[in-house]
């Protein structure tokens, strides 16, 4: 079978790795992909909103499933468009990819589905908002409803912040419409693990933990980013702690969706915060996590583009997944300045020499190759990422794998998995 992967991340090469060593696959394109992906299949130079071109190449092109990575496309209806044209594709419908493109409306069914979450509001006025938080001496956690690249996320200790938080988002507009409305919520405290589950409409299938590590600098601090580092599994979640999240998370969740008349199909996340209280959701994502993918995708040994097939057709409960047991870790190299302004185009060295060690996958994420060469091309850049027979072994030689590796103003955390090693 011919298979469309759509986006350009570090995720989509661990993606398109992963279903490169399918039995089934006959031809893997990825549309953008990136000098990474290139290695698993053909670029195809279309981008992940031209839905047209999209359609016309998997026309041309005998695809049998389309999988799309990014949320952006797929709450624009990139699933719905290839559905319509008898196309299997892989990823909810624009419809229930609301699920992650508005919290508001996340948030309002977590509530209806009676799955725990923090206390929050939603607030389409500043003035309403600002009030709300003024009117608070206890944290909040400030966020835009709509799409914003992992950033739109502000976690305040003081209120003062979260209306300077507020007042960036609603009135400023620095993340467009995806700020017009924003939900303000209760800060959370525990540890955070990240749940990815395939979920066919009815039946789920959750996979191993893994834990992403969202703000930029060591020991949790300074801004939120899309993630710069994970591992799996989370040692956090005990067997009976995933059993608890997925009886009163993920399953009323994917019933709700039926209820709500938005039926969920394609990969759901759910960011979890493992509070004293018990686990709470953060967030629902509607696709693989970026990071988390690429320690989680190291480690199945199964057949994805089979399980991914499974999805499309209802029939996920006659899939069994298997798993490496070794831990892997993925430490992101990242531009200096990200996550806000930082420059492109320098030449990233040691790639090759970093893959030769055993048990290490270099993923490209915002890399581009030009003459030969691969140069920095976005914020997150790389994803070293390393199979070990601890998860500390497994960090020792994700930063064995980062060291050889330059570019100027490489930026890493070095503390990625050390809570799991703690
Ligand atoms: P989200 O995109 O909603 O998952 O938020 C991004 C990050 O912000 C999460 O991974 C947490 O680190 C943090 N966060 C979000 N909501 C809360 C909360 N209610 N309490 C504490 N931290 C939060
Ligand atoms: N790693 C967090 C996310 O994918 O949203």
Redesign the pocket.
Known sequence: MNVLLVGSGGREHAIAWKLAQSKDLAKLYIAPGNPGTAQCGENVPIGTDDSGKLLEFARQNNVGLVVVGPEDPLAAGLVDAFESAGIKAFGPSAKAAQLEAD?AFAKQLMRSSSIS??E?RTFDRYEDAKAYIASRDE?V?V?AAGLAK?K??Y?CDDPSDGILAAEKVMCDRIFGSAGDTIVV?????GE?ASILAFVDGRNIYVMESSQ?H??IGEG?TGP?TGGMGAYSPAPVVTEELMDQITREVLVPMVDGMNRNGTPYKGMLYA?I?VTAGGP?V??F?VRFGDPETQPILMRLKSDLLEVMLAVCDGTLDQVTLEWDPRPAVCVVMASGGYPDDYEKGKEITGLKEAEELDDVIVFHAGTKEQDGNILTNGGRVLGVTALGETIADAKTRAYQAVDIIGFEGAYCRRDIANKAIR
């Open positions: 919290k979450t923090a929050g944290p956690v966020k992992g739109g996320v976690v919520e209760d800060k959370l405290l955070e992403d969202k703000p949790d939120n960011g915060m709470r953060l967030e994502n």
